[in-house]
């Protein structure tokens, strides 16, 4: 398509943050939160792959170059617009057959260990991903993190300050020191880092298509780990896991719908806290005022305290999810928020370390994909021999009795990682999302309200300054909150903690679809880029 001067966007193309990080307009296109994994999915679209193989290149490529948020041993969801409809896919993995609550009695749950570790699913959303929509071979999704780990990666600033911090925490867990405190100590911002354990798996998966993790050699050196330090995990537990697709949920905004996957994630706060913000006017509140952040933060607490009671594996919730989101029941929790005082929230009553990555190329296929270990290094197991860190989503179980997500056999525990994506009229607009554990659907929110009602461009809308609630009144909030409106904030009963460490914020990407082509934009909190041609 020739330029046009008279083509519009619905945001103001100004960049009214400090941040260096500026904008990439292409028709082809990757951001995600390390610069050498974007540039893998460039890869596959300059050999003729499309988004979904830039997608999954660069998803396993950030399981070498970002091993803090994510691993081979992690897992992953996904949304894709094929160019007709969308497709969510829950790559989420589920407890083994012997989690009973008993299993666990009074301890409950560890948040590290053997036992924390669920079956991890997103060597299966890769499979997946790529039986469905994928163009290039399996295998050459693997060439650009195969060579990273077999000779060599320079470790980027965030991830090895992320590392140091992680190391003592996770020193003593079995296998984590061999295979990630090389000379026993976390690498240095520069430094050369190998994973030769990490290429020969990925090259195992990559021969056989991903069976080799799950019923194959590897599944057997898992069993045989978690045998030796009183895990659970076993191959049958393995060898039955599924990812499943599982389209989304989704609610109008303004003119809007945003997309989430379904529970056991947890993107339906986002919808709510929408739904719930729908029924004031924000785009007459100033951006970043007391009034527009008052009300984002009181929205996403009701949003919240409803999920903590409600959302679990999908087949064990007492209710189904449109139930939370119906429009009756939103403007309900609405009207308990009082505009001039922060309040404690509770659930509504009814009768009866992650990695983000979006993708997109010239036919107009989008992808929105997230992967993560949950704390960082996960459970901190890494399988000697294999180079697989191993997630701990099982520490998001509870022992409640009667709770949909006490622990049990063969569950899906709440979930915390969830990509969005938003359309209007029916056609893609944006693929976006904010990794960071409970701040996700909070980043989502802040994002869309950016966006939509003050009609910011997406890197503005990753740029500006991010609240994060963390419970009861308890809000931090990063610098760039006008004073003004933190002392307001304040007054109101919200009990401040600001913070320099952006960590705390999560990490945006996001790519919003042109007339011809997109506008892709990286979150400067952390090493990212957004890459294109």
């Not at 809007?256 to 919808?271: D, K, R, S, W």
């Not at 994506?421 to 976006?432: C, E, I, Q, R």
């Not at 990063?478 to 307001?488: S, V, Y």
């Amino acid at each position: 398509m020739a330029y046009d001067p008279t083509v519009t966007v619905p945001f103001a193309w100004n960049l009214p943050y400090a941040w260096p990080r500026k904008p990439v307009l292409a028709r082809n296109v990757v951001c995600t939160s390390q610069p050498l994994a974007a540039q893998a999915g460039l890869r596959m679209l300059a050999n003729g792959g499309n988004a979904v193989d830039a997608a999954v290149a660069t998803a396993i490529t950030l399981t070498v170059v970002e091993p803090v948020s994510n691993g081979i041993g992690a897992d992953a969801f996904a949304i894709v617009w094929d160019g007709r409809k969308l497709h969510g896919l829950n790559a989420s993995g589920r407890s083994p057959a012997a989690w009973t609550p008993e299993y666990f009695g009074d301890d409950g749950i560890p948040l590290l260990g053997w036992n924390s570790v669920t079956v991890p699913g997103a060597v299966s959303g890769w499979t997946q991903l790529h039986r469905k929509f994928g163009r290039l071979p399996f295998e050459r999704l693997f060439e650009p993190a195969i060579s990273y780990a077999r000779n060599g990666f320079l470790v980027s600033p965030t991830v090895a300050q992320q590392w140091a911090a992680q190391a003592p925490v996770f020193a003593s867990q079995p296998g984590f020191a061999e295979t990630f405190l090389p000379g026993g100590r976390a690498p240095k911002p520069g430094e050369r880092v190998t994973l030769t354990d990490h290429a020969t798996s990925l090259e195992q998966i990559a021969a056989t298509d991903g069976d080799a993790f799950y019923r194959g050699e590897l599944a057997a050196k898992l069993e045989a780990h978690a045998l030796a330090h009183g895990g659970a995990m076993r191959a049958g537990d393995l060898a039955a896991h599924r990812a499943d697709w599982v389209g989304t949920i989704s609610r109008d905004y303004r003119g809007y719908t945003v997309h989430e996957i379904p529970p056991n994630g947890q993107g339906i706060v986002a919808l709510m806290a929408l739904g719930i913000l729908e029924q004031f006017d924000m785009a007459s509140l100033a951006v970043d005022s007391a009034d527009s952040v008052h009300l984002q933060i009181e929205a996403l607490k009701l949003a919240f305290a409803d999920a903590q009671a409600y959302v679990a594996d999908i087949d064990q919730m007492a209710m189904a999810p449109q139930r939370l989101l119906d429009s009756d029941y939103l403007r309900q929790r609405a009207a308990l928020i009082d505009p001039a005082r922060a309040k404690p929230a509770r659930a509504g009553t009814f009768k009866g370390g992650t990695v983000y990555l979006a993708a997109a190329d010239a036919s107009g296929l989008m992808v929105s994909m997230i992967q993560s270990n949950y704390f960082g290094f996960g459970s901190g197991v890494v399988v000697p021999g294999t180079g697989i860190a191993l997630q701990n989503r099982g520490a998001n179980f509870v022992a409640t009795p009667g709770h949909p997500n006490r622990v049990g056999p063969n569950k899906r525990p709440y979930h915390t990682i969830i990509p969005g994506l938003l359309t209007k009229d029916g056609a893609p607009v944006l693929s976006f999302g904010v990794m960071g554990g409970p701040m996700q659907p909070q980043g989502h929110v802040q994002v869309a309200v950016r966006i939509v009602d003050y009609a910011q461009n997406p890197q503005s809308a990753c740029d500006g300054p991010r609240f994060r609630w963390v419970h009861g009144n308890q809000v931090a909030c990063e610098p760039g909150f006008p004073h003004d409106t933190l002392d307001e904030l304040r007054r109101r009963g919200h009990e401040l903690v600001t913070s320099d460490d952006y960590n705390q914020f999560g990490s945006c990407q996001a790519i919003w679809r042109l007339d011809d082509g997109y506008l892709a934009v990286s979150d400067p909190r952390r090493d990212g880029q957004a890459a294109g041609f």
